[in-house]
């Protein structure tokens, strides 16, 4: 289900409340890959609710350059929402996601590969909250860039 941020926020008091465990990672998610959507299923795994904040167009291009994202906010967030293992998807303009992980809280908050706990933006509000932090491993050779690296040869 895609929701807005404070939607989102009113439905992980609810979670909560069940005694529900929520896990929250985010990205720009911008092709859809077979590396995603391990992660993804990875970070499912660790709670009871996967909940993906996606960047919005702007804070993709702020991020990545001019010439992404490749899709809409929209149409990612689309293809997320119907994920089997994402429960919820919500969009977010700045450029991290640390205002977004303190307006839910989640449990879990998970990170890929290319990142270690040190430098896991909103790792010290989760663990400050009692929450736990985890690395899951990327799929080898698995990435946007380098799908649109190999359109660009082909083109």
Do not use: W
């Not at 991020?63 to 293992?85: F, W």
């Not at 977010?92 to 977004?100: G, K, M, W």
């Amino acid at each position: 289900m895609i929701l807005s941020r404070t939607e989102l926020a009113d439905v992980c008091n609810q979670l909560r409340t069940q005694g529900k465990n929520i896990v929250f990672t985010n990205g720009c998610f911008d092709i859809l890959h077979v590396g995603h959507v391990t992660y993804l299923q990875q970070a499912r795994m660790r709670g009871d609710v996967l909940i993906v904040g996606v960047n919005t167009d702007a804070s993709v291009r702020r991020l990545k350059g001019e010439s992404r994202p490749v899709n809409t906010e929209q149409d990612r967030a689309i293809v997320l929402d119907a994920l089997r293992s994402v429960d919820y998807v919500t969009l977010f303009d700045e450029d991290t996601p640390l205002e977004l992980i303190t307006a839910l809280l989640p449990n879990v908050l998970v990170k890929g590969g290319d990142y270690t706990p040190s430098t896991i933006v909103g790792a010290d509000v989760v663990t400050q909250h009692g929450g736990t932090v985890e690395v899951i491993p990327l799929v080898e050779g698995k990435s946007t860039t380098n799908i649109i690296k190999t359109i660009e040869r082909l083109g």
